[in-house]
């Protein structure tokens, strides 16, 4: 079974700077589009970002501009690399498949966007 370990939220300062990882435990970033989610206290999970296999790019409309996925088949990890963080930002952040029957999904990490 896949298991997916999100790490490097933390607590930050409306403007700075955080970079996301995922590692799975298997070459399943190979083979799949994957995805940054994100859910909030009292709000439904959302798609943040995605990454095709060939590494084209897709983002929510919230993010566009601040947000940037990345993919390293080698090291069957993603990345989700957030500048100028905003308070509505704070949320656990999750990564999975894009679309289709999704991998169980990991514990995420929190990322709090405070001043």
């Known amino acids: 079974q896949v298991q997916l370990v999100e790490s490097g939220g933390g607590l930050v300062q409306p403007g700075e700077s955080l970079r996301l990882s995922c590692a799975a435990s298997?070459?399943?970033?190979?083979?799949?589009?994957m995805a940054w989610y994100r859910q909030a206290p009292g709000k439904q999970r959302e798609l943040v970002a995605s990454?095709?296999?060939?590494?084209?790019?897709n983002y929510a409309d919230s993010v566009k501009g601040r947000f940037t996925i990345s993919r390293d088949g080698a090291k069957n990890s993603v990345y989700l690399q957030m500048n100028n963080l905003k308070p509505e930002d704070t949320a656990v952040y999750l990564c999975?498949?894009?679309?289709?029957?999704?991998?169980?999904w990991g514990q995420g990490t929190q990322v709090t966007v405070s001043s």
């Open positions: 999975n498949r894009a679309s289709g029957v999704l991998f169980k």
């Open positions: 990454i095709t296999v060939g590494g084209s790019t």
């Open positions: 298997g070459s399943i970033f190979k083979i799949n589009e």
